[in-house]
């Protein structure tokens, strides 16, 4: 379905008037952070970071032409936030000010929308390729789902020929990712100078990524226009809007059903970026390690933080987990607690590990006093196992190629990673048998990095599911990337996939000891003749993939030598 829209099309925006907009933007992002993230320890140093950016934000709009904020509102902008707490918690204040807001953005951005042209599917490419795009990263993605787009974006650059250059919060993270792309600074103001010193605009392409609608803007004139293509992505949305040369605002939604992947979701955005003509297809993930020998000290990398409330568990109930892995896989193990960022992370952390040391021994337990991004992921890199709540060291891990035992919540299924050695269990607050399946699953883990001992009948089969699920995995991102699905290849493998998934029970229960109790049934994989749109079999197969992928059966088989 398309749809236009016209109305009178204003001049382009001054300099000051671009700046100004683009520092109110960050300001109402950072208020949408304190309104909507749940105070709680794991939150409590992006809370005490978006309230220092208010602070700095409201000083430097002060000093500028108020063509969007009169002094007025700024001042009773600043006297709410500086009142909060005393009068009412920041939160409250944050939304209060976040709907006045809203308004004093939309009336400057209404510049009478260009004529727009809304598309709802893949209905906007093919778009040119671009040389250069210029990253936006805004204040509300958290430091896992920026690395997730990272990767999308930095594996997509890679391939399609274009410069990538950024301004981020993070530089470190995508430092993990590229030695190629380009900082140039901080947000929100960074890029701002090469938007307009750009030698060819029509090839230079600018995107301002975030996870949460940080911009109450429908027209998508907070950029210079000089820019050959200005796009706005909302992760948590699933969205992409593109604001083209020829000032055709094409919108576009992730195809229902791809979602239930967050990895998948940010392939597909990332080739709508960045379309290509001349493509090379991603290569496949190798997920083996090198097999330790039996005498060797497994290294678990423990992390108590994340900003998810429910799953900040004391360090008594990690303890508790990793006896239990204790009496399956033996003792010889080192507990590496990472610490915070903060005086008070470090003082959570440093309790955690106390109460490790006190439960498994002091000479089992290292408190790591690691303080940026690239000390925790070479900690990570160098573990047998991560385990820890649902938080950015479990996409460091994938990353790596490390496995990982993750105590995730049901709502945030999309953010695990299919065809890894990795375990995923739902938080239970049945904490003893949560506790029991956790230590299974890592005792399990353990067991297969200190042996080379064959597992019988089932190496075979573990060998043939890695092959064929990371086969079809690579399949899906090439056709949310290209639209294009290899039948012949679906035929071949498809078949292989069912056999193993049919005998999935048996397969967990004689694996290995350690494997009792695991989860087995999973479903038939979808038909390609029960499907006549290719799309619809292809999100059939995303939702199949992704539940047998991140299955007990699936970790298991991962594991077989």
Same mark, same amino acid.
């Given at each position: ?35 909507? /993230? ?21 000083? +430097? ?10 002094? /007025?509102?700024? &001042? ?8 909060? &707490? ?41 778009? $040119? ?62 890029? #701002? ?11 230079? &392409? ?22 050959? /293509? ?66 060797? %000290?497994?290294?678990?990398?423990? $992390? ?18 990793? +006896? ?62 991560? #385990? ?28 695990? /990673? ?7 269990? =739902? ?25 080379? %001992? ?26 949310? +990337? ?53 799309? =619809? ?25």
């Amino acid at each position: 379905m398309i749809e236009e829209v016209r109305s009178q099309v204003h001049a382009a925006p001054s300099d000051d008037l671009v700046r100004e907009r683009l520092l109110t933007r960050e300001l109402y992002g950072h208020l949408v952070v304190l309104a909507t /993230r749940p105070l709680s320890s794991g939150n409590r140093v992006t809370q005490e970071g978006s309230r220092r950016s208010v602070d700095e934000i409201l000083a +430097q709009l002060e000093r500028h032409a108020q063509q969007v904020l009169s002094m /007025r509102s700024l &001042g009773v902008l600043r006297e709410m936030v500086a009142t909060s &707490g005393a009068t009412a918690p920041i939160r409250v204040t944050a939304g209060a000010v976040l709907r006045a807001l809203s308004l004093e953005l939309r009336r400057s951005c209404d510049n009478g929308s260009i004529a727009r042209t809304l598309h709802h599917s893949d209905e906007s490419r093919p778009l $040119q390729p671009l040389k250069r795009l210029l990253v936006s990263i805004g204040p509300t993605i958290g430091v896992g789902d920026e690395l997730i787009m990272a990767n999308a974006l930095v594996d997509r650059a890679a391939r399609c020929g274009v410069e990538l250059e950024l301004e981020t919060r993070r530089p470190a993270l995508w430092s993990l990712r590229s030695t190629t792309a380009k900082i140039a600074g901080r947000p929100p103001l960074a890029l #701002l100078k090469r938007l307009r010193a750009t030698d060819d605009s029509s090839q230079t &392409g600018y995107v301002f990524a975030d996870f949460l609608n940080s911009d109450p803007c429908e027209n998508m004139t907070f950029v210079p226009v000089t820019a050959g /293509r200005v796009m706005r992505w909302v992760m948590g949305d699933s969205s992409l809007q593109i604001l083209t040369g020829e000032r055709t605002l094409h919108s576009l939604r992730v195809p229902n059903g791809m979602p239930g992947a967050k990895a998948m979701e940010c392939e597909w955005v990332a080739a709508r970026v960045l379309p290509a003509t001349d493509y090379a297809p991603p290569k496949a993930r190798e997920t083996r390690r090198p097999v330790r020998s039996r005498e060797h %000290e497994s290294v678990i990398l423990l $992390q108590v933080l994340t900003s998810k409330p429910a799953l900040m568990l004391p360090g008594k109930w990690w303890a508790a987990c990793i +006896q239990r892995a204790r009496q399956l896989a033996g003792p010889r193990m080192r507990i590496d607690v990472v610490s915070g960022a903060t005086t008070q992370e470090r003082e959570l952390t440093a309790q955690a590990a106390a109460e490790l040391a006190d439960a498994l021994g002091s000479d089992s337990v290292r408190h790591l006093e690691v303080r940026s991004l690239a000390g925790v992921a070479q900690a990570v890199a160098e573990a047998d196992v991560v #385990l820890g709540p649902d938080t950015f060291t479990a996409h460091l891990a994938h990353s790596a190629n490390v496995p990982q035992v993750t105590i995730g919540l049901r709502e945030h299924d999309g953010w695990r /990673r299919p065809a890894t050695r990795s375990f995923y269990l =739902d938080f239970d607050h049945d904490t003893t048998s949560l506790t029991a399946a956790a230590g299974a699953r890592l005792a399990l883990i353990l067991h297969a990095t200190r042996t080379q %001992e064959k597992r019988g009948e089932f190496a075979d089969q573990g060998r043939a599911w890695r092959r064929n699920l990371s086969r079809l995995h690579q399949d899906l991102i090439r056709f949310v +990337q290209e639209s294009e699905l290899d039948d012949a290849n679906l035929r071949e493998i498809l078949p292989s996939l069912d056999r193993i998934a049919a005998n999935g029970c048996d397969i967990l229960a004689r694996t290995l000891t350690s494997a009792r109790g695991l989860g087995g049934s999973l479903p038939r994989s979808p038909r390609r003749e029960d499907y006549p749109v290719e799309l =619809d079999f292809a999100i059939a197969l995303q939702s199949w993939l992704h539940e047998v992928g991140t299955s007990d059966l699936s970790a298991v088989l991962f594991h077989q030598e």
